[in-house]
T-cell receptor, first 114, second 115 residues
Framework: DVKVTQSSRYLVKRTGEKVFLECVQD?????MFWYRQDPGLGLRLIYF???????EKGDIPEGYSVSREKKERFSLILESASTNQTSMYLC?????????????FGPGTRLTVT | GENVEQHPSTLSVQEGDSAVIKCTYS??????FPWYKQELGKGPQLIID?????GEKKDQRIAVTLNKTAKHFSLHITETQPEDSAVYFC??????????????FGRGTQLTVWP
């Protein structure tokens, strides 16, 4: 079974802090994604990556950056956390060009910025 | 880009009744339409999907229909059970386009099944 793990289930940070959210997948997937989930707004794509060191902006990239130094790991970075970044963050991965677009999700990280 | 709209946002049904969730999409190049179920405290999980060369697909109590002409697709759950209570997301994708692998999600439907 595909497993996508996220470094924390719950995180509380202060305004202005630099925040790292880590995601690891164990199935050699090419594609990885970061979403945020807010009530009534569904899943909004922040950034995605097709390959190591490669990244593409999603629909709401402002205030975020990403890093993919290894194929299995995709990190989301909040350079200076703000209260409007309080949200549930979901990581996902998919096989990519070789095998399809089904996305497998991690359990999510609920981030609170105070 | 693709725009996916999903209705209703909330749906309450009695156990044993059927539930239907509808989605529309805007990009005629989309050819893959998955449905995800998100239980409380978990990430979304794929429950069924359909490709544009198929009009209907069934898996036990769940079925998905696709109308390419009208650009809409629907999820049907029959004989609902309390464990069907969850948030359901539809999505659309063009798996041959430049945004290979990206899914465009609807806003979700909170389904509650009352015993």
């Amino acid at each position: 079974d595909v497993k996508v793990t996220q470094s924390s289930r719950y995180l509380v940070k202060r305004t202005g802090e630099k925040v790292f959210l880590e995601c690891v997948q164990d199935m050699d997937h090419e594609n990885m994604f970061w979403y945020r989930q807010d009530p009534g707004l569904g899943l909004r794509l922040i950034y995605f990556s097709y390959d190591v060191k490669m990244k593409e902006k999603g629909d709401i990239p402002e205030g975020y950056s990403v890093s993919r130094e290894k194929k299995e790991r995709f990190s989301l970075i909040l350079e200076s956390a703000s209260t409007n970044q309080t949200s549930m963050y979901l990581c996902a991965s998919s096989l990519g060009t070789s095998g399809g677009v089904e996305q497998y999700f991690g359990p999510g990280t609920r981030l609170t910025v105070t | 880009g693709e725009n996916v709209e999903q209705h209703p946002s909330t749906l309450s049904v009695q156990e044993g009744d059927s539930a239907v969730i509808k989605c529309t999409y805007s990009d005629s190049a989309s050819n893959y339409f998955p449905w995800y179920k998100q239980e409380l405290g978990k990430g979304p999980q794929l429950i069924i999907d359909i490709r544009s060369n198929v009009g209907e697909k069934k898996d036990q109590r769940i079925a998905v229909t696709l109308n390419k002409t009208a650009k809409h697709f629907s999820l049907h759950i029959t004989e609902t059970q309390p464990e069907d209570s969850a948030v359901y997301f539809c999505a659309a994708s063009n798996d041959r386009g430049s945004t290979l692998g990206r899914l465009y999600f609807g806003r979700g439907t909170q389904l509650t099944v009352w015993p």
